[in-house]
Structures are given as C-alpha cells and as structure tokens.
C-alpha cells in the first residue's frame, strides 16, 4: 500500500467521527496555542522591562547606601543612610575622577499626593537640575527645577504626566498646587512621557528641590540614591571603581568588603531583570507544557478507542496479507496528522491571543520563531509518542482473534 493511499484512507478515517477527532485534537491546540502566547507574553515583560531600563541611560551609574556586589567595589553588609550630598559634590569635584560627566544627588519617598478632590500614592523625588542630563528626560512645557529652587528650597514641583492624568484629569497642570505631606507646593513644569508600568512607572513621578525634600518633606540629612553619567559605555567598569575607592577613602574604610554603599550600572540591573523575567517565562511555558502532555493522553486514549472499535477490520486486513509495518505506519499517520492539524490551529491562535495581549496592554508584541518551532516539533513529536502505543497494539493483533471480536 502506497503511502499516499495510507495518508488519504487515514483522513477518511478521522472525518467519520468529526466530533471525537476535533476533541482529541482540542487538547493540542489549546496546548500549542497557550505554549506560543505564554512565551510571547513572557518575552514581551522581558522587552518591556529592558526599554524601561534602557530609557534611563544607557551610560547610568546608581550608588545607593547598603552593600550588595557592585562591579569593581564588593560591599557586605551596611546601613541605608550613609550618603551625604558631600559625597556627591566630591565625585564632581575629585581629581581622581576622570570618567563621570554628571552627577544628580537624590532622594525619594512614596508618598501621597493631593490637589482637591484627587490624591494619588506616587514617587517625590529630591532632585537638582542635573537630574535631566543624568536620566535623559525632558521637559514637555513649563520648566524644571533651578539650582535657585534648590539654594532656597522652594516649595515648587515638576510632575510627570501619570500625576496629570491622576490629579488633573489631563488638564494644564503649569501654575496650579498640590499637596505633599501637608504643605503646598506649585507646579512649575511636566516631563514627556518615559512610559512604564507600576513602580516602574516614569511617568508616575514628582520632582521637588533635593534641599526641600530633604528638610521640609521628610527630615532627612542623607541621600537615597546618587545618579552618575560616565562619559561612555566603555568606562562603566572604571567609573564603577574610581567611584567606589573614593567613596571607601571618604568613609574611612580600608577594607572593599565592607564598603557601606553599593554600585549598580544599567547593565547589572539588565541583568538582574533578564534573570527574573526568565524564570518567569520558563513557569509560564512550563505550565502551558502540562496542557501538551494531557492533550498527548487524550490523543492516546482516543486512538486505543479507534483500535478496539477497528479490531475486525485490522483482523481483515492482516489475513489478507497487510504487514505489520503498514497497520502501525496507518495508526501513526492518523495520530500525527491529529497532532499536526491541531499544531497549526494552536499555533494560529496563540499568535493572535499574543497580538490580543500585547495591544491590551500596551506592551510590545515579541513573536519567538523559536517557540513555533517548537510548537511544530512537539506537536509531531506528541503525535509518534502517544501514537505509537496504540499503532503498535493494533499490529500485534492475531488475525483470527480480531476477526472473531464483537
């Protein structure tokens, strides 16, 4: 028997039952599909992540209190308050720095935020005019804040657009008040939209002068965080380290390993977030695998039914002569184009489920040619596995025993 006749006979076979095959084949598109859209969406968190990052400078330094690794500076174990604005004026001031172009001082809180009826929980950030060259924003109208706001800690607030939408509804936020902490403030500027999600968000923030925030807002005599721009990607490590000694050297420690701050570059938390997102789509693609596995037993299941309901003819077919080769090439052909079929279907569905996903959310639609490739190995791959057993039990039937069977 050719095998093209083979492939024709078993398409006939699995269009006598329409229903029982499309719910065998039920499992394996809902298997493919869930495969193909959870790989997607845990492709499109790991771009979105990355372009929130990214879109903070590719070039940027963050020195924070506390010790974790910090490239060429390993710190242990430290507190939460050891950086002074001193710090950050001897970093733009030391001779022994010779590869940072800006530094931006900071500190931030979350906070709530009110202008009449409307409040909103949103990060305040202590900032100096050099925060705009450090994170790469801009301001859409209005301006940022002076050195003059900072010098006379000035009750005046830049505010990104979330804010405007939250406490405005989209109107012109220039020359009108919100409250922080209980004192008023007057909005002088809005940044253009960053984009985000979340804690992550750029644009759910408020910008008050570094001296403000620290005196007036929330009492404190330290920073959060210190900002540096290296003058290009290729110095990060030894900006990373000509920061870190001068840092030991002001706070009197001899010892990198127990510095009490901490040096992160855009590429560490690249890195930190690529292994998380990872380890997020693994899980995801993980589960969607457990739906190709029970789609694979119900492929089994309905073939062993098509075996027993067939014994007599399989009986007919192997008295005349049919090898056991062919009876089991017919049963795997039927399982795999069961799998095949359902492959492509899932796989049509998952891309338009990722697509569905990708616009709903406003995050980027990522399509792995990778995981459709898979989709299509497994998906065969499903169809000789659980098709075999089956195939196989169907040869292995006496002749004589089959004919006899009711």
């Known amino acids: 028997m050719e095998y093209t006749e083979i492939i024709t006979e078993s398409f006939g076979t699995l269009t006598i039952n329409k229903l029982r095959t499309g719910l065998a084949a039920l499992g394996i598109v809902i298997g493919i599909g869930s495969v193909i859209a959870l790989i997607s969406l845990g492709q499109a968190t790991e771009q979105s992540v990355q372009n929130q990052i990214q879109a903070l400078g590719s070039n940027l330094l963050t020195v924070i209190p506390g010790a974790q690794n910090s490239g060429g500076v390993r710190g242990a174990a430290g ?21 940072i172009t800006n530094v931006s001082p900071e500190f931030s809180r979350r906070t709530q935020v009110t202008t009449g009826k409307n409040n909103t929980n949103t990060q305040v ?9 450090v994170h790469k924003a801009s301001i859409g109208q209005g301006a940022f804040i002076t050195q003059k706001d900072v010098d006379g800690m000035t009750k005046v607030a830049v505010v990104g657009p979330q804010v405007v939408s939250d406490l405005f509804d ?34 759910d923030l408020v910008f008050v002068p570094l001296s403000t925030a620290q005196k007036q807002l929330f009492g404190a005599d330290y920073l959060g965080s210190i900002a540096l721009e290296a003058k290009s990607a290729d110095v990060m490590t030894d900006a990373q380290n000509e920061v870190g000694y001068l840092l030991l050297s002001r706070h009197k420690l001899k010892d990198p390993t127990q510095a009490d701050f901490s040096i992160f570059s855009q590429q560490d938390i690249l890195n930190t977030a690529a292994s ?52 089991i090439t017919q049963f795997l052909i039927e399982a795999i184009i069961l799998t095949f ?35 299509t190995l ?24 089959a004919l006899r069977y009711e």
């Open 79 to 99: 507190g939460g308050t050891t950086l002074t604005l001193d710090d950050a004026k001897a970093i733009q001031s030391s001779s022994q720095i010779t590869t």
């Open 125 to 133: 950030i202590g900032a100096t005019p050099t925060y705009l060259q």
């Open 170 to 203: 989209n109107s012109d936020p220039i020359g009108q008040t919100i409250r922080i902490s209980g004192q008023t403030f007057t909005i002088i500027g809005e940044t253009v939209s960053k984009g985000g999600t979340g804690f992550q968000n750029q644009d």
């Open 276 to 327: 998380a997102t990872g380890t997020f789509t693994t899980l995801l693609s993980g589960i969607a695998a457990i739906s190709l596995l029970v789609g694979g037993i119900g492929i089994m299941n309905i073939m062993l039914v098509t075996v027993t309901e067939r014994t007599r003819e399989i009986g007919l077919r192997k008295a005349l002569g049919a090898k056991k080769r062919i009876i």
């Open 341 to 375: 079929v359902g492959g492509i279907i899932g796989m049509v569905l998952g891309i338009l489920a990722s697509f569905i996903i990708s616009n709903l959310t406003n995050s980027p639609f990522v399509l792995s040619l990778q995981s459709i490739l898979l989709a």
């Open 378 to 401: 497994v998906s065969a791959g499903i169809g000789i596995l659980f098709g075999w057993y089956p195939a196989r039990r169907a040869a292995n039937l006496q002749p004589i025993e």
